[in-house]
């Protein structure tokens, strides 16, 4: 019977085909519950539940799944029990589920399971708002495991109900105060229009005439990360690593780097830089830097998903695209770096990770050096926009030591934005401009 919470029909069919087929070849059985993803958690009925979990640890152990085997196993099991034990198990054979419509069974009680889990949730944030009070850490840490239980991840389509089992999750670990963990630019305000830093699985490009600073973006973003605790990976296609090193060296000690490069240090000079390596040996392990140059965007993936992996990068970073080697494709080079762009954000997508990549634009006659570029001024700038999710932009006046990072586009969040941030000359980086931070999303009465 189908009722509004359960299909209580398609979960004895497949119990009833489970029973069967582990008789038969107990494997077959283990390699059915892989491939339809079910689980005993996503029964409604607790007996037929029990039935199905025993008979798939039999299966796992190699042994039938006959009624008597299955029957024994669940002696001490009440709800099984309360429904006759042997008997109930044996009737259950005579159900005549179809082993070829598995699947859709499976499919149909997953969902069920799903929108129970839905009811429950929206029951107890209703409560929640009503009493003004959070719902109990344990109780909702038993709703996500719940919730984990019941997703379903694969390479088969999942339905928006399944999908938005995601989405439920994450609103109860907000409420918790587990709140996501973006990988942060070290940037208060750009992290805020951004939603809370760098998103995971999104492209994002940042866009610059020569000399006005996407470069010290990007060593910003890494320093600043890897001093909050993310590992990040950084590619550096046109200059030698130590231009990374140079310009946090030069952070940290307050001293100039043509002065860390080409002067003897004073005194007052050598503390600081002693005490500046000192900060940053805390957290340089934290950074990998591939400086080779002119690599090709497979190779670009392949070593950015071994620091993923066997690293643990949480975000990678490219300085910058017209560095990058597009083989292929004859002269459509706007083909080759469509696809190139592409690579990259599968593998954002694939690990779940963000990746920049700074654009170097070309100066446009009619544009003032201070003026913000436009998503037209990305070099095939279609193919780019159709590709990156968020693409910001960067404008500064020649000497000045104040930058506009212009939200150009963020297809999750607000754009149109900009935000201004102070250029650190000394080093050649950003930083917040004090007191400017806000929360571009937050409600009038939430301030």
């Not at 990770?353 to 446009?364: D, E, G, K």
């Not at 297809?411 to 571009?440: L, S």
């Amino acid at each position: 019977m189908t009722g509004p919470l359960a299909d209580t029909a398609a979960e004895r069919a497949i119990v009833s085909v489970a029973l069967d087929v582990g008789t038969v070849d107990p494997a077959r059985l283990v390699a059915m519950s892989e491939s339809t993803g079910l689980l005993p958690a996503h029964f409604f009925d607790s007996a037929l539940s029990a039935v199905y979990s025993t008979a798939l640890s039999l299966a796992k152990q190699g042994r039938s799944t006959d009624a008597v085997s299955v029957a024994g196993e669940c002696r001490t099991n009440h709800a099984v029990s309360r429904e006759g034990g042997l008997s109930f198990v044996s009737g259950l054979l005579t159900v005549g589920g179809i082993e070829a419509a598995a699947p859709s069974y499976a499919e149909s009680i997953r969902g069920f399971a799903l929108r129970r889990r839905m009811v429950e949730l929206s029951n107890k944030l209703r409560e929640q708002a009503q009493n003004e009070a959070r719902v109990p850490a344990e109780t909702l840490a038993e709703h996500l495991r719940t919730v984990a239980a019941i997703q379903v991840r694969g390479s088969a389509p999942r339905t928006l109900t399944a999908v938005m089992d995601e989405c439920l999750q994450r609103m109860e670990e907000n409420a918790m105060g587990k709140l996501p963990e973006f990988v942060k630019t070290g940037i208060p305000s750009l992290d805020n229009v951004l939603g809370g830093g760098l998103q995971p699985s999104v492209l994002t490009l940042i866009g610059a005439e020569p000399g006005v600073g996407k470069s010290a973006i990007l060593a910003s973003i890494a320093s600043n990360a890897a001093q909050s605790g993310s590992k990040i990976g950084v590619f550096s296609l046109e200059d030698d690593a130590t231009w990374l090193a140079w310009r946090v060296l030069a952070s940290h000690s307050e001293i100039h780097q043509p002065i860390l490069k080409c002067r003897r240090l004073g005194q007052g000079q050598q503390q600081r830089l002693s005490k500046g390596i000192d900060q940053i040996i805390a957290y340089s392990e934290r950074i990998l830097v591939d400086d080779r140059p002119a690599l090709t965007p497979g190779e670009i993936c392949q070593t950015a998903s071994t620091m993923i992996v066997q690293h643990g990068a949480q975000a990678i970073l490219v300085d910058h695209l017209g560095e990058v080697r597009f083989d292929g494709h004859g002269d459509r080079y706007d083909l080759a770096i469509g696809d190139g762009m592409r690579q990259m954000r599968d593998v954002a997508k694939r690990h779940k990770i963000p990746i920049v990549v700074a654009s170097q634009l070309a100066r446009r006659k009619g544009r003032g050096p201070g003026d913000m570029p436009s998503k037209s001024d990305f070099r095939n700038s279609g193919d780019i926009e159709a590709i990156a999710r968020v693409m910001l932009g960067v404008a500064r006046e020649p000497e000045a030591n104040r930058m506009k990072i212009g939200i150009l586009k963020n297809t999750n969040g607000a754009a149109g934005i900009e935000v201004e941030v102070e250029f650190h000359g000394v080093a050649a980086m950003v930083r917040e401009v004090e007191g400017q931070a806000r929360d571009f999303y937050a409600d009038e009465g939430d301030r």
